[in-house]
């Protein structure tokens, strides 16, 4: 059982990491509007960076 | 269209919010996660305390009592940021109300989380007696998560475009709120101090989980949310449909009113029947902060049927649910 010594810090440190980038993504605007990717696709203008993109490399 | 299809979700992000409103919206969803992810990590640590009976072998009794030690110190650790971080809007608005000298409704919720937390610290320290940190965390993390719907039904309300006949009824309705809940909360208060007393007398090992169980409940977090969240359907519904006529628009407001009423009188009468049940020992600290969620939502999804498309208005929506 003296495993625990060793793994209750661990738990804590992945809670800590956990913690940590929530607060990132939360502060980074990421949960700002949940809709947004969900309604992107139902608008015409793709013809941004983010399309080009998905086209993959063009062939000669 | 999008911009419509949006309005009706009280998730849904008001486009137009100020950079304070945002900020704030962040940093109570930040507290929300916090608590959240900490109160799962507490309730797995709690876990080996609700294992323990004397009527183990000594050998495992002895092994278990040293993982529960170290499992405490665990939860302690989780626990701090949250009463520190995730808690601390309760903190404030508790001392904003004391010093202006009336019981405001994070009074009694901030004596809850210090009746429960401090205890179990001084139950680490001296590893003896029961800690209540998943309790503590529990009713942080469900308590936030009504104030965080609440702030959503604000927020979609503040944009939903101002109109005058509903800012009225909402004042109105808004002073009913306060001063059922400036009646209720000290009341609810110093009831809970009496059961603890009571329970101190009988069964000493009983009277802080009653006390705090007692004050959760005395929480109107419901109540409070009921005349916002009604208002925020009555926003959404005109948005919808702005060229309603004259007619239609008084059943509106009349069903916005009447719901408004019904969710506020709904939760006072759910608190009348849990504080009861609180006191004679049968709720669990963290199990009454889980009622106050229940209800909380109750609320929110009977005032949003306000605005549900496709519902005929005027008619009488179901009654108020209790989860």
Redesign the interface.
Same mark, same amino acid.
Request: no cysteine; proline share 4%.
């Given at each position: 059982m003296t495993i625990l010594y060793l793994l209750l810090p661990l738990s804590l440190l992945f809670v800590l990491a956990i913690g940590a980038a929530l607060c990132w993504a939360v502060f980074s605007g990421q949960y700002d509007d949940a809709e947004e990717a969900a309604e992107a696709i139902l608008r015409d203008d793709d013809d941004g960076a983010a399309g080009s993109a998905a086209d993959g490399p063009r062939r000669p | 269209m999008?911009r419509t299809m949006?309005a009706f979700?009280i998730?849904? $992000?008001a =486009?137009a919010l100020q950079p304070g409103e =945002?900020r704030q919206? =962040?940093h109570a /969803?930040?507290r929300l996660?916090?608590a959240w992810?900490?109160m799962m990590?507490v309730m797995m640590l709690a876990w080996p305390g609700y294992l323990r009976h004397d009527g183990m072998p000594a050998d495992a009794l002895a $092994?278990l009592d040293?993982?529960i030690v /170290?499992?405490n110190w665990?939860s302690l650790? /989780?626990t701090a940021?949250v009463v520190a971080y995730s808690a601390w809007p309760i903190w404030r608005g508790a001392w904003r109300s004391l010093r202006a000298g009336r019981a405001g409704m994070d009074v009694p919720v901030a004596l809850g989380i210090a009746a429960a937390f401090l205890p179990s610290v001084h139950a680490t320290w001296t590893q003896r007696g029961h800690v209540y940190f998943d309790s503590v965390t529990m009713f942080v993390a469900f308590l936030l998560t009504a104030r965080y719907l609440e702030l959503c039904a604000r927020q979609c309300a503040g944009e939903g475009g101002r109109h005058a006949l509903l800012e009225r009824q909402r004042a109105a309705l808004g002073a009913a709120a306060d001063r059922v809940a400036s009646r209720f909360v000290p009341a609810q208060a110093g009831l809970a101090l009496i059961a603890a007393a009571a329970w101190a007398l009988v069964e000493p090992a009983l009277a802080l989980p009653v006390m705090v169980a007692s004050l959760v409940m005395s929480c109107p977090c419901a109540m409070s949310m009921a005349v916002p969240a009604a208002m925020a359907g009555a926003h959404a519904a005109l948005a919808r449909e702005p060229g309603m006529d004259a007619a239609r628009f008084d059943a509106l407001v009349a069903d916005a009113r009447r719901r408004a009423g019904r969710n506020l009188y709904g939760s006072l009468a759910w608190h009348l029947l849990m504080a009861p049940l609180a006191a004679a020992g049968w709720v669990q600290p963290w199990l009454a902060a889980l009622t106050m969620l229940g209800s909380s939502l109750a609320v929110a999804w009977y005032s949003w049927g306000l605005a549900r498309p496709g519902r005929p208005r005027g008619t009488a929506g179901p009654a108020h649910a209790a989860p």
């Open positions: - | 999008l949006a979700s998730f849904a $992000t =486009r =945002r919206r =962040r /969803l930040a996660a916090i992810l900490a990590q $092994t040293w993982a /170290l499992m665990a650790a /989780l940021p």
